[in-house]
């Protein structure tokens, strides 16, 4: 997504690039021998999937995650010929994925019956991936079903299996207990797939909260050889007792401002649970934002403040002071920083610049 900046209506969000690759270096260093697959669903948690993704590919990543299709085909558009994995798997749309050189996920049957005619009409052998529930309940072949599904796609000619992963549900908890069951739900499939002559290719669990928790989790799934990071690419901790390091990726906004009144609105993705909460950085200050958020506009309150019109108002990113985390803002409107992100609306161009000071001090 991006778009030039209106003189009558300047709000931008600025996207560090730089950031990025130091949020990518630091998820493979964490990573340590497996791939690091970077998760680009939802536009990128609204940073612009397009250029993130040439930007991860330019950092040495070497595969995508999206969450559909339409996702994965836009990409495909734009040049980006990494391999790209399809979370939320194909079904009607079986033939386009293969003809783009996607690689799918299976949940069910259906899905798998799905994929199995398109690469027989072609002729061809695909690779797929297959996701587990091991309790996150949200999509996923059960337990009790899955290793008779592992062995359908290792025994049909027209698949690979290229791969077997699960999500974790509370991962960002300090209390690790609910993950580690996950796990051991897991490697309890993969005991059964193999006995059954069935060899699961690239496993792979972890994701941001659990990529950074590391310790008992990296232990209790030896074999793994991926991690799928998301938010922390784009500088955002999972929770308050992770993630401490990282670049914000996104700075949010820049408003010629009047009696401190910022061209910023729930149409842009501001919600209006943050109507008299949280702090915008404006004149060299942490100042409250005050009133409701109405769809365009929204107030701060510079009582104590020489605001002038042009001053600079950031709402979440790099300061000239530090960084004024998203995670804060996310927290004062009882939201996710997820939901902050993606949510950033159209009419606001994400601005993409290289030089990016990943070092500047946390608040």
């Not at 909260?209 to 793994?224: I, W």
Request: charged residues 20%; proline residues 5%; contains cysteine.
């Amino acid at each position: 997504m991006g778009g030039s900046v209106s003189d009558d209506r300047p709000t931008r969000a600025t996207i560090h690039l730089a950031a990025i690759r130091a949020n990518f270096a630091t998820a493979r260093k964490l990573a340590g021998a497996r791939e690091v697959i970077a998760v680009v669903k939802a536009d990128a948690y609204g940073h612009g999937a397009v250029p993130i993704a040439r930007e991860l590919a330019a950092a040495g990543c070497r595969r995508l995650a999206v969450a559909s299709l339409e996702e994965a085909v836009a990409l495909r558009e734009a040049g980006v010929a990494l391999p790209i994995l399809v979370l939320g798997g194909v079904q009607a749309g079986a033939d386009e994925a293969l003809a783009r050189g996607l690689t799918p996920v299976v949940h069910h049957r259906g899905q798998l019956e799905a994929v199995t005619r398109a690469a027989r009409a072609r002729g061809a052998r695909w690779g797929v991936q297959v996701e587990i529930d091991t309790g996150m309940r949200r999509m996923g072949v059960a337990p009790e079903e899955a290793a008779a599904l592992l062995e359908a796609v290792a025994r049909e000619g027209a698949l690979a299996l290229e791969g077997v992963f699960t999500h974790f549900a509370r991962a960002d908890e300090i209390d690790l207990t609910p993950s580690l069951e996950q796990l051991s739900v897991l490697r309890g499939v993969l005991a059964q797939a193999r006995a059954r002559g069935v060899e699961p290719g690239l496993v792979h669990a972890a994701q941001s909260a659990a990529l950074l928790a590391g310790g008992e989790l990296d232990a209790a799934l030896p074999g793994a050889g991926a991690v799928r990071t998301g938010l922390i690419l784009y500088g955002v901790r999972p929770a308050a007792h992770l993630g401490s390091g990282l670049a914000p990726a996104m700075t949010l906004a820049r408003r010629p401002t009047r009696v401190a009144t910022l061209a910023l609105g729930y149409a842009d993705g501001l919600p209006i649970s943050a109507s008299n909460r949280g702090q915008v950085w404006l004149r060299g200050r942490l100042l409250p934002l005050v009133g409701r958020v109405s769809m365009d506009f929204v107030g701060v309150d510079a009582s104590d403040a020489a605001v002038e019109i042009g001053d600079e108002a950031i709402v979440f990113g790099v300061t000239p002071g530090g960084a004024l985390p998203i995670e804060a803002l996310a927290r004062a409107a009882q939201t996710l920083p997820y939901e902050l992100l993606v949510r950033l609306g159209a009419r606001v161009p994400r601005v993409y610049e290289a030089a990016f000071d990943a070092a500047a001090p946390a608040r």
